[in-house]
RNA sequence: GCGCCUGUAGCUCAACAGGAUAGAGCAACGGAUUUCUAAUCCGUAGGUUGGGUGUUCGAUUCACCCCAGGCGCGCCA
């Protein structure tokens, strides 16, 4: 990649220092900067405009054709043309990776009740990561987790009873911290019919119910898993005693009130965890470690957990537990992907799940297209709060970046078909010489960061900044477009321009296929 | 009360390990099409980056203190 042969460069002359390389802004002349000059300046106290005179001086390399120092001291390099048209003519893929094996978990909404829109950021955050991850060379798999034990399945089968009972025109009530939306009506109705009343089998069936609910849902949005887990696995594989006895033996545990408590305090938490409960339950904590070790066992290297902003109270725990099991922290990032605001008519919607009142993705889908949907998702970085316009998500027609980013493609298409139906033939053996203009250097440029920004957008676990990088060269294309005409007399340069606009074409692909959202061939 | 996230143009958001005159889209106003898709392009206007102090050659970015909003703080998950 082109930044990373300049670093090389700079590295080879300056091997103590670190390397940092820039975009130039529009506005300046020049392709990468670095702002070297003006750290090294900062230790020995010299005039950095003198350091970024030495330095220039001595870089003296084929792929770059000026240096230019701006005050107060950076040094822009402008690349030579010859350098650019040959690396856009082979295709250098980023490969920071090296087949490590990652496990990414995300969604694993309790199978208590419908996905909601926040499961439904976090799906098209989890699915874009590891179609990006992938790309970039690791072996990444999703997964997902299927909480099938414990209390809140306990009391999904209650509250299901209750609502047989109301069915059959009984007294009823529904446990308060139980779950009252009216979804589990048809869900009770089909178990009436079935005549299913035994505790165990609700649960099962119920469990089932919403496991495969969801399973259409994610298959509906794109979303793709490899691993299904359940709870009950881990703990039937005995992973959970297991992970109980290392603690007792590692002396990590205490019993205060009856209860027993893990001393994650040991490990930066903000306090102490209770993990079995006064009746002689598992609270959630033990069996989620005990989870975490099975992905480890199951040869994982690296760890990314996707977590809505509601469980953000277990992320000190769980990387104290798994410190407990003598694993570093580092096998471990967990990524908290924050709340959606939904907003309609002007106003902001409260969601609750355990009062039923919430927006599910389901409804979402039912308002807008998928591409829409995932692309307003991954527009925004995984911390930020999204505020979700549905009125304007609806008639955006227009002011939607993804069909801008669409538009361009379908556009490079139409000219392509143009081309074919002149009988143009389409070689990649091309003359790239014949391309000079300005808005041909600045969009093979543009295409070549692409890798680049793979790789930026993979080390910070922030597939928004593909979504950037696609707008911004939908936007250099039209620039392009607007000023060139790429089918015209003369066939050297038509072939040329095709290939340029080609190449243009398989970006926007693979970076709208990396969001999980698709390029219509006409719009 | 403690912890985490957030505060940038009228609105929604960028600014890539502290960098250059803080940028886009939408909304507003004015223009561009005899030729490959006008879902496009060009231009105008819009800012004390919530407020303050500090560190620095340089702060939207880091530290501290306020102000405002959201979320989490359970023997629920």
């Not at 009873?161 to 939306?181: C, T």
């Not at 033990?286 to 099975?294: E, G, N, S, T």
Request: charge should be neutral.
């Amino acid at each position: 990649m082109v930044r990373d042969e300049i670093k090389a460069l700079l590295k080879q002359i300056y091997p103590e220092e670190i390397i940092i390389i820039d975009y130039v802004p529009p506005d300046k002349k020049g392709d990468y900067s670095t702002n070297l000059a003006m750290r090294i300046a900062g230790k020995k106290s010299i005039s950095p405009l003198r350091i970024a005179e030495e330095i220039s001086q001595k870089i003296n390399s084929p792929i770059i054709s000026e240096t230019i120092i701006y005050p107060p001291g950076f040094i822009n390099f402008v690349l030579n043309h010859t350098y650019v048209k040959e690396k856009f003519k082979t295709i250098e893929k980023c490969n920071i990776g090296k087949g490590l094996r990652v496990n990414v978990e995300f969604v694993s909404v309790n199978p208590t009740g419908p996905i909601n829109i926040v499961n439904g950021r976090a799906a098209a955050f989890g699915d874009a990561l590891v179609r990006l991850l992938n790309y970039a060379g690791y072996d990444a798999d999703a997964e997902y987790y299927i909480n099938d034990c414990g209390r809140q399945i306990d009391l999904l089968a209650e509250s299901i009873k209750q609502r047989m009972n109301q069915l059959l025109g009984k007294e009823f009530s529904i446990p308060e911290d139980g779950y009252h939306g009216e979804y589990l009506i048809p869900l009770a109705k089909k178990f009436l019919e079935a005549k299913i009343t035994e505790a165990e089998v609700v649960k099962e069936q119920a469990v089932n119910y919403f496991l495969q609910q969801h399973q259409e849902m994610l298959e509906n949005f794109r979303v793709k898993f490899k691993n299904w887990i359940r709870e009950s696995e881990v703990r039937n594989k005995g992973y959970v005693d297991r992970v109980m006895k290392i603690f007792r033996e590692k002396g990590l545990t205490f019993e205060q009130d009856g209860a027993l408590y893990l001393k994650t305090t040991a490990f930066n938490d903000t306090r102490d965890r209770v993990i079995i409960t006064g009746d002689g339950r598992y609270t959630y904590l033990l069996p989620d470690i005990a989870y975490h070790l099975y992905k480890i066992e199951r040869n994982y290297q690296f760890l990314i957990t996707i977590l809505g902003p509601d469980h953000l109270g277990q992320v000190g725990s769980l990387y104290a537990g798994l410190k407990g099991l003598d694993y570093s922290e580092n096998i471990l990032k967990i990524i908290i992907v924050q709340e959606v605001k939904l907003k309609k008519d002007g106003r902001y919607i409260s969601m609750s799940k355990r009062a039923g009142t919430f927006i599910t993705l389901e409804d979402l889908l039912n308002e807008i297209p998928i591409d829409v949907c995932r692309f307003f998702f991954l527009m925004r970085s995984s911390s930020q709060h999204l505020d979700f316009d549905l009125d304007l998500a609806k008639n955006v027609s227009e002011e939607n970046p993804v069909y801008y980013v669409q538009y361009a493609y379908a556009r490079i298409m139409s000219i392509i078909r143009f081309a074919q139906e002149k009988g143009i033939s389409m070689i990649d053996d091309v003359d790239l010489n014949l391309l000079n203009e300005k808005e041909e250097m600045i969009l093979m440029k543009y295409i070549l960061r692409f890798e680049e920004t793979i790789e930026d957008a993979v080390k910070n676990f922030e597939p928004f900044m593909i979504t950037y990088y696609l707008i911004g060269l939908a936007r250099i294309f039209h620039h392009f477009y607007q000023k060139h005409r790429v089918v015209g007399d003369n066939e050297e340069l038509t072939r040329a321009r095709l290939f340029l606009i080609k190449r243009t074409a398989q970006t926007l692909k693979t970076g709208m296929e990396l969001l999980g959202c698709s390029c219509p061939e006409k719009m």
